[in-house]
């Protein structure tokens, strides 16, 4: 009689190892991925010739009917919030208008920013 045990087949190799690097590496590349708010609405920047890369903070964002949107909110809201959060943050805010807004409504936009306590504002525009 043979009261050996039998042969035991050979591990398989642990994968818990190369979950945890992937693990690992997905909360990297969230905690320092940069997630930005989705447009309140759809705006179609003006042309323009010549002009510098826009590197704002804060993006306003003004409809071709003249509604304002900031982080959810909309109206005076927006640029309440808008000027609260962007008022003491180094880099320029920016306004992006649709082409189609009446020059008179961004006018009024940029005269209410400034008058709530902003001094530059860059008005964002799409090259030609």
């Known amino acids: 009689m043979n009261f050996t045990p039998p042969p035991r087949r050979p591990r398989a190799e642990s994968i818990v190892p190369m979950i945890?690097?992937?693990f690992l590496l997905?909360?990297?590349f969230l905690m320092t991925s940069r997630l930005t708010p989705a447009e309140p609405?759809?705006?179609t920047p003006p042309q323009?010739?010549?002009g510098t890369e826009?590197?704002?903070t804060g993006v306003l964002y003004l409809s071709s009917e003249g509604q304002l949107g900031y982080m959810g909110q909309e109206g005076p809201a927006a640029i309440a919030a808008f000027v609260a959060?962007?008022?003491d943050v180094p880099g320029?805010?920016?306004l992006r208008a649709d082409g189609a807004a009446e020059a008179k409504t961004v006018a009024h936009v940029l005269k209410e920013l400034s008058e709530a306590g902003l001094?530059?504002?860059a008005l964002v525009v799409a090259p030609q």
């Open 92 to 94: 320029t805010p920016q």
């Open 119 to 121: 001094k530059n504002v």
């Open 41 to 43: 609405f759809k705006v």
């Open 26 to 28: 997905l909360i990297f």
């Open 20 to 22: 945890n690097v992937v």
């Open 85 to 87: 959060e962007t008022r």
């Open 54 to 56: 826009a590197e704002g």
């Open 48 to 50: 323009a010739a010549e």
